[in-house]
């Protein structure tokens, strides 16, 4: 299997990319990224720290999976910024893809994710909270290779 640049790929030994979690918003934003709605995405730093991973790079690749754990796709991270939550701007909440159309529309979206149980659950923290200040990961990516098709 080869890129869309012509380089070989080797799905099976890139990281796992999971967008949230499995259900009906992995599907929808799946969705996004198969049909070129979206190439970006935004995480907590904390989620990094908790875990003890870095921040992604850009040139790194991994592959997207569905809500069944199925490999969909092979994306390239193309940039990343780390920001405080109040300075997401219009252009990365429109890359999301998720068809909102203000900067208002995206965090309300987030911000219900973010306080939602799965993620509060994730966090080891019940009473989770993010503000103007709360450090979040924006990162753009690229499909390379669709993994339906093989």
């Known amino acids: 299997m080869t890129s869309d640049s012509g380089t070989p790929l080797d799905p099976a030994s890139l990281p796992k ?6 259900g009906p918003l992995r599907d929808r934003l799946v969705a996004a990224i198969l049909d070129g709605r979206k190439i970006a995405t935004t995480g907590l730093a ?12 850009s040139g790194e690749r ?5 809500s069944d754990d199925r ?6 991270v193309t940039s ?7 300075e997401v701007d219009a252009a990365h909440a429109l890359d999301e893809g998720e068809g909102h159309t203000t900067v208002a529309q995206w965090r309300a979206a987030h911000e219900a994710f973010w306080h939602g149980r799965e ?7 019940a009473g989770f909270t993010v503000d103007d200040t709360t450090p979040v990961v924006l990162e753009r990516f690229r499909v390379i290779a669709d993994l339906r098709t093989t």
């Open 46 to 57: 904390v989620e990094y720290e908790l875990e003890g991973a870095p921040l992604p790079e």
């Open 80 to 86: 990343v910024r780390v920001v405080p939550l109040g």
């Open 62 to 66: 991994s592959v997207v999976v569905d």
């Open 119 to 125: 993620m509060r659950s994730a966090l080891g923290d």
């Open 71 to 76: 490999p969909v796709a092979v994306v390239e």
């Open 17 to 22: 990319a999971e967008f949230a979690f499995p």
